[in-house]
């Protein structure tokens, strides 16, 4: 199971998708509100965090991708980038591994036609006919995450040319 979680100014949403081999489908979304005024509110997080993904870790081994916050022109909240470093401590917590994905990637992972943005791309590929009713920004970037590290896992270790590994951002 891949955990795809994308951290707003408000609530971290995680999109809990479920594949092998081929297909891709995200299975549930959760949203989890929050207020980051104090650190017994950042301590609630981290607590229901690490619930879910203790829960839906047990089956097999499961990856946290986390949509990482933007510092360029269009600056995230701090309060999401306070989620997402409670979201690396509850991972750390549960034994998971992170993956962060850019949003610079995502287009590319979901096929995005020229001058579509991501986000729009992304509910039309996971959420076409409003089966999600949770759907919203959050929704997409967590989904699109989590396809993003499918992907990559499928597609194994890149290797630069002369068989070395090539390093590479997500």
């Known amino acids: 199971m891949i955990f795809g979680v994308s951290p707003t100014k408000n609530a971290v949403v995680i999109a809990h998708a479920t594949g092998s081999r081929g297909t891709f489908s995200i299975a549930s979304i959760t949203a989890i509100e ?18 879910i993904f203790e829960r839906g870790g047990k089956r097999r081994r499961s990856t946290i991708a986390l949509l990482g916050s933007s510092s360029g022109r269009f600056k995230s909240a701090v309060d999401a980038i306070k989620a997402e470093a409670i979201t690396e401590l509850a991972a750390a917590e549960c034994g998971m591994p992170v993956v962060k994905v850019t949003a610079a990637s995502l287009k590319k992972v979901l096929g995005c036609a020229t001058g579509e943005k991501w986000q729009a791309c992304a509910g039309e590929r996971f959420n076409p006919t409003g089966r999600h009713k949770n759907w919203s920004p959050g929704a ?18 890149r290797r630069a040319p002369g068989g070395a590994k090539a390093v590479s951002k997500q």
């Open 140 to 157: 997409a970037g967590a989904g699109a995450a989590a396809l993003k590290v499918f992907v990559d896992m499928r597609e194994g270790p």
């Open 34 to 51: 929050f207020g980051a005024r104090s650190g017994s509110d950042l301590k609630e997080l981290l607590q229901r965090l690490v619930l």
